[in-house]
């Protein structure tokens, strides 16, 4: 369920029509909207009702715009960051630091730092090296860390090999036959205190079965451990719920399914469970706003060009992602084309032979359920600016990331001493 429709012919995002926004931001340009993100909050929220005190941390990852992580927030929902970067983004957002989880295999010392430093509620640990350093940093602060053993359950999650993570080849996790003695590892260093298990098996999971087998798992370890005298307080149970993105494919797990599942499986834990849902809160609360710069004939099919690259949304090339595409006004003409965009790459083709609405020259065109792993993805390939982000609430709108310059982007250049002005 999204608020991205047709009204007077014109798709709106709310109450806003589309063109309004690409005629004053410009395109291409990503659009959010505050009703989608509020209800996907909500949703999640009450799927998992029956359950005690879940945290339910936002996986930053997926959108990071403040707009976003701030709408978010006041659903007093938490973050899960992979990075300091994130953990100071959610921060900055409103986050209060005690619903903020920090994963991730690679955390420098520095950014172990600054989240002990920051009050962090957890860290998910992913190795027993990284349980040494986080040990050394914690123990020179006179801190403790709350850790959670990242577990990799050897669960195939059934998703893009580039999105499966709970595989024992993965580079995520502890394997599940080291998970206790690491457990015992971190009860036994200075500054780690363990608090609970996480997992997380890949994203965009269409279903739930590889789920619940990871989730028998960690109730295994945990009574493994507890049998074992250690406590376990929380477990946390990832993220992963996939979206609809092709209206013509069976539509994944809804929320309720997955809440019903999770309170089955975890009936009897005796935990504080975690959640850290990205894709499923904020996928289909974006679309990517484009204008069609021209239409090319084809071989076969006309290349419909339009203003969005590759580098501005790269999941069709890196996982054969597939978009929905909509004219923002429809003339009620269907034609099949293939959809491009003016990088000079190949691979910069978001649809091939796609059945669609008709569009022309300087039509706009709207990339829906691009919401997560999107512009946060966008990189300035080509020299295009990073694209700008604008988010809906009912009838208003705003920019909440400006559009780039190109200036920007040439003024972080430096030139070395010896190609410089003066020595030319
Ligand atoms: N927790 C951890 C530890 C994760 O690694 C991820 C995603 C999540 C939570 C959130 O997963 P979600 O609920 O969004 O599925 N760029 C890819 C997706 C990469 C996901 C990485 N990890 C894409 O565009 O499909």
Redesign the pocket.
Known sequence: MHHFHLCDGVLHAEDVPLDRIAEAVGTPVYVYSTATLVRHARVFRAALAGLDDPLIAY?V??NPNAAVLRTLARERLGA?A?SWGEVARALHAGVPAERIVL?GVGKTGDEMAAALRAGILQF?IESEQEAHTLSAVAAALDLTAAVAVRVNPDVDAGT?AK?S?GKSENK?GIPYARAAAAYALCASLSGLEPVGIAV?IG???TDLAPLERAFERIGQLIAELRAAGHPVHRADL????GVPYDADQPAPPTPEAYGAMVARVTEGWDVRLIF?????LVGNAGVLLTRVIRVKAGAEHPFVVVDAGMNDLI?PT??D?WHDFRAVAPRGERFTANVVGPVCETGDTFATARPMDRVGEGDLLAFMTAG??AAT?ASTYNSRPLTPEAIVSGDRWAVTRERQPIEALIAMDRLPPWLSEENK
């Open positions: 996986a990852k997926a899960d992979v994963s998910n893009h999105i993570t995520f997380h994203s965009q999971l990832g993220g992963g719920l850290e849902p990205g894709r499923a999941r890196l996982y992602a997560a792993y993805m």
